[in-house]
């Protein structure tokens, strides 16, 4: 047997769908899988096997596309990673606050990774790192194993708190991005119009941000972010401002649009469900100065509906494992802020 | 895709108003009509009040040898309007008034935002400079008015030079002000969108401290109004300021409350043009503030 028949051609169809990475890292994963899986069909088909079901056995064993492109993600060099990083400020009394300490941290390429922990914990200075706002003051901050020296064309930044431009409608605040990259202005409008539908924001194309709603408000940001196509995908809380019913739907959209452009994402929240519902991975990290304190795999099925995943079985066992190790963090902050109240 | 899509209909239209709404459309007619009809009468009450006190003469309340009437300052303006003003035609006067206090307005404003604008996006400089400016605006500016008119000379342009310093540092203050003022966040997300550092300024700085020079441009027309009559007070050929000069020195509170009355004029038909420009400008800016007054 030479070419690759119906069998898997399907499967690879299926891999290359789920693998996380451009279009050239693609075709040499592709081709390399190729070679195993009509390798490992060949074999069965000399052991005297009929050939369709020689196929079938070689993609059983090499398990579910999902699962494989997960494994050749872990394998390549990590998207993001922090070596050994601390963060140390000024403040105007003229002392060292130290933010975070000897962090490590790597996030697969294609990963969604959620980092947890006490208020006050550095992880929004850790997004700051990432994203290039801030030089680390010990340490190494690696994109795709490059040095980070400044704001990376890579990464999308959603902030916690509205940062869509009051001063702009929701057209030109979607369209800022490629606008400031060189794109003119009608391709620009154009691609703000699609980011505008998938948002679900048609209709509201001239409102200008005081005249919608707070949810509404975090969709234009969500589009603002997305439409540079970012392969790093940087959240700080988004949703915490919103209320419980809008945080949900929010929450099963940013699955369904990430599940789109596998983009590598961290999300900053202290919302330990949340974390859960949306993440592959849970990293908790300890209240300040914040280091990491445990990461925890989260192999929930996907796709995943985040208001229905919360009864899933396994879904309690991951929350009962790493509240065990929150807790602790999260009554150290709480003593500590009890301390400067009293 | 969108869970929640939203219809392409505006959300702020609603259905056809109810009676209730009607009742309270009504209501608030009815309060304007009140509230205007109250202020005219506030005036009526001020103005009948001086005309009668002044009515008897040196004998009375109110002497108008000292403080005028509303009689004899409508009867000044109508010489004014038919005769001409002793420095000649009264829209002379008004004109070169206006036209010191526009240009004074317009070069007040343009140095203003370019300085305030550099000192704030560039720290050395604000660092640099600070304590000179901080000097220079705790002086009483309009002494200045002197050296103009020695340097310059009768003509406009130090009447101009006058207008264009009291202007300069009240649009100076806010546009420094507004553009350190710019949201981090704004200003950090639209670095992570691709923004060079001249993007920024253009972007986000700029129209974040827009709302701040515009509140600014209020009051500093009324400043370059009074730069142009100071400086013609203190020596001019034209104007409404050398107007009230020599209404003062001939003895005549008639004709200085009727200048009064022109520059009033002026100065509030200036005020609606702002306002015209600023909802103009800045029509992103929620409108609350003028909802209140009809509350």
Not at chain 2, 45 to 58: A, H
Request: charged share 20%.
């Amino acid at each position: 047997m030479t070419a690759t028949t119906q069998i898997l051609r399907d499967y690879l169809d299926r891999l290359e769908s789920e693998l996380p990475f451009g279009k050239k890292e693609k075709r040499e994963i592709l081709l390399e899988a190729e070679d195993h899986l009509i390798e490992d069909a060949q074999r069965d088909e000399a052991s005297g096997m009929d050939a369709d079901e020689a196929e079938r056995r070689a993609t059983r064993r090499f398990g579910e596309p999902q699962a494989l492109a997960r494994r050749f993600a872990e394998e390549r060099a990590p998207a993001i990673e922090l070596r050994g990083v601390t963060k140390r400020f000024l403040t105007p009394a003229g002392t060292a606050y130290t933010a975070l300490r000897d962090l490590d941290l790597s996030v697969h390429v294609g990963e969604f990774c959620a980092v947890v922990g006490p208020t006050g914990c550095g992880k929004s200075t850790t997004l700051a790192l990432i994203s290039g706002l801030e030089p680390p003051s010990e340490g190494e901050v690696l994109l795709d194993g490059e040095p980070v020296t400044g704001v990376s064309r890579a990464v999308g930044y959603v902030f916690q708190v509205d940062a869509v431009f009051p001063w702009k409608n929701v057209l030109d605040n979607v369209a800022t991005g490629p606008r400031l990259r060189g794109v003119d202005r009608a391709q620009a409008n154009r691609l703000a119009q699609d980011w505008i539908g998938r948002v679900g924001l048609t209709g509201f194309e001239r409102y200008y941000p005081h005249q919608l709603s707070g949810g509404m408000r975090k969709r234009a940001a969500l589009a603002q972010t997305l439409i540079n196509e970012p392969r790093i995908l940087l959240m700080d809380e988004p949703f915490s401002a919103l209320d419980v019913q809008t945080r949900t739907l929010m929450e099963n959209e940013l699955l369904q649009l990430w599940s789109a452009t596998k983009s590598s994402v961290v999300f900053v929240t202290h919302d330990l469900e949340e974390a859960i519902a949306l993440a592959d991975r849970v990293v908790v990290i300890t209240a300040g100065p914040g280091t990491v304190k445990g990461t925890y795999r989260v192999d929930l099925p996907r796709p995943r509906n985040v208001s229905e995943i919360r009864f899933h079985p396994e879904f309690a066992r991951i929350y009962q494992e790493i509240w065990n190790d929150l807790r602790d963090e999260v009554l150290v902050s709480y003593e500590r802020s009890k301390r400067v109240v009293s | 895709m969108s869970v929640l899509s939203a219809s392409s209909r505006s959300p702020f239209v609603g259905p056809e108003p109810t009676s209730s709404d009607r009742a309270r459309a009504q209501a608030r007619t009815k309060r304007r009509v009140l509230v205007n009809g109250l202020r005219v009468g506030v005036a009526v009450l001020v103005l009948g009040l001086w005309e009668l006190g002044t009515s008897q003469g040196e004998a009375g309340l109110i002497d108008p040898f000292f403080y005028g009437r509303p009689s004899g300052i409508a009867s000044q303006l109508w010489t004014w309007i038919q005769n001409g003003t002793a420095q000649g035609p009264l829209w002379l006067q008004v004109a070169t008034t206006l036209e010191e206090a526009a240009l004074g307005f317009l070069i007040g404003v343009g140095l203003g935002i370019v300085f305030g604008a550099a000192l704030g996006r560039i720290r050395l400089l604000a660092d640099v400079f600070a304590p000179y400016i901080k000097a220079l605006n705790a002086m009483p500016r309009v002494v200045l008015g002197s050296i103009f008119i020695i340097t310059i000379g009768y003509g406009i342009w130090s009447k101009v030079a006058l207008a264009v310093v009291l202007v300069f540092f009240v649009v100076f203050f806010n546009a420094f002000q507004g553009v350190r003022e710019v949201d981090r966040v704004l200003l950090n997300n639209a670095r992570i969108l691709g923004a060079s550092e001249r993007q920024l300024t253009t972007h986000v700085i700029f129209p974040s401290a827009l709302s701040w020079i515009l509140a600014s441009l209020h009051t500093s027309f009324g400043f370059a109004l009074v730069g142009a009559v100071v400086g013609e007070y203190l020596g001019a050929i034209h104007g409404i300021g050398i107007v009230i000069a020599t209404a003062q020195s001939t003895f005549n509170p008639n004709g200085v409350f009727a200048a009064m009355l022109i520059l009033a004029l002026v100065a509030v038909t200036a005020e609606f043009a702002m306002t015209w420009l600023e909802n103009r400008l800045i029509k992103w800016r929620p409108n609350s503030f003028t909802d209140i007054q009809h509350i």
